[in-house]
C-alpha cells in the first residue's frame, strides 16, 4: 500500500482481556517499530524489528507484551491481560534500510481503551 | 492531586508571525536529529532533520537551529498559517537505533 496501515483504529476492551494490533509496513521497508503515546505524552519505544535480525525488545514495559513480524512484512502487537494503564495510541512506523529517523512512516495508530 | 507530564507545552501564535518551537536532546552522540508535525488523529509526520555537522538547515518556511553545546535544537516556522497547528515533536537518532522523541509541543495558530 501507499503508507502503513494499522487495525483496528479505535479498540475498547476490558480489564484483563487480551488484545491485538496489526501493523503493515510500506512494501520493500525491512524496519519496523512500536511506539507508545500516552494521553498528552511523547512517543515512548516499545519494540524494533529489522530485517531477519533478533527484535530489540528493550522497550517492551512487561512481560504482557509481545510482538511478532511475520514474513518480514506484518507485524502483531499482543498486550496479554490488559490494564487500564496500558490505555494509550499504539503507533508503528517503517524505514528503508539504510535511512535513519528521517525515514520513518508513521500509521494513524490504535487507540485502546481498557475500562 | 496534580498529574506530572499529561500536559503538553503550548505555544499560541497569531496567524502570520512566527513560531519557534524549543527541544532539549539528551545524547550528544546522536547523528541525526529530526523534527516531527503530529495532526490529531494522525500519526507523526516528517518535517525536517539536521545532522549533527550542521547547524542550520532550511525547508520551505521552516528551519531548524541546532546547538551542541547546550544540546538544544529550534523549529522556526515563517508566516505561521492555521494548518501549522498540531503538536510538533524534536526526535534524536543514532544510526539504526530506534528514534528517541522528546514530549511535544501544542502550537495553537489564533486567526
Known amino acids: 500500500g501507499a503508507g502503513v496501515s494499522q487495525s483496528p483504529s479505535n479498540k475498547v476492551t476490558e480489564k484483563g482481556k487480551d488484545v491485538e494490533l496489526r501493523c503493515d509496513p510500506i512494501s520493500g521497508h525491512t524496519a519496523l517499530y512500536w511506539y507508545r503515546q500516552s494521553l498528552g505524552q511523547g512517543l515512548e519505544f516499545l519494540i524494533y524489528f529489522q530485517g531477519n535480525s533478533a527484535p530489540d525488545k528493550s522497550g517492551l514495559p512487561s512481560d504482557r507484551f509481545s510482538a511478532e513480524r511475520t514474513g518480514g512484512s506484518v507485524s502483531t502487537l499482543t498486550i496479554q491481560r490488559t490494564q487500564q494503564e496500558d490505555s494509550a495510541v499504539y503507533l508503528c512506523a517503517s524505514s528503508q534500510p539504510g535511512q535513519g529517523g528521517y525515514g520513518y512512516t508513521f500509521g494513524s495508530g490504535t487507540r485502546l481503551t481498557v475500562v | 492531586g496534580e498529574s506530572v507530564g499529561l500536559h503538553l507545552p503550548t505555544l499560541s501564535v497569531q496567524e502570520g508571525d512566527n513560531s519557534i518551537i524549543n527541544c532539549a536532546y539528551s545524547n550528544s552522540a546522536s547523528d541525526y536529529f529530526i523534527w516531527y508535525k503530529q495532526e490529531s488523529g494522525k500519526g507523526p509526520q516528517f518535517i525536517i532533520d539536521?545532522?549533527?555537522?550542521?547547524d542550520k538547515r532550511q525547508g520551505q518556511r521552516v528551519t531548524v537551529l541546532l546547538n551542541k553545546t547546550v544540546k538544544h535544537l529550534s523549529l522556526q516556522i515563517a508566516a505561521t498559517q492555521p494548518g501549522d497547528s498540531a503538536v510538533y515533536f524534536c526526535?534524536?537518532?543514532?544510526?539504526?537505533?530506534?528514534?528517541?522523541f522528546g514530549k511535544g509541543t501544542r502550537l495553537s495558530v489564533i486567526a
Open positions: 539536521i545532522r549533527s555537522n550542521m
Open positions: 526526535a534524536e537518532n543514532k544510526g539504526n537505533t530506534p528514534l528517541v
